[in-house]
């Protein structure tokens, strides 16, 4: 058990080495649930305007001009 708590000091810089782990994988979980929550409401959004454009384009009947 002595070798797994020596490998966890580092050689005495063990705090700022798992600190900065501990930094790192909290920005990167952040980027990730920022990321996911950004795809669900786009995608959220991109239903919405599709049903929009179907319910718009179903009244038309063919009856438009460019």
């Known amino acids: ?10 050689g005495g810089d063990g705090r700022f080495i798992w600190s900065a782990y501990v930094v790192a994988l909290s920005v990167l979980v952040a ?17 919405a305007l599709q049903e929009s454009d179907v319910s718009d384009s179903s009244g038309r009947h063919g009856d438009e001009s460019l």
């Open 31 to 47: 980027i990730f649930v920022v990321s996911l929550r950004s795809y669900h409401a786009r995608r959220a959004e991109l239903n």
């Open 1 to 10: 058990m002595n070798g797994l708590s020596e490998y966890f000091a580092m």
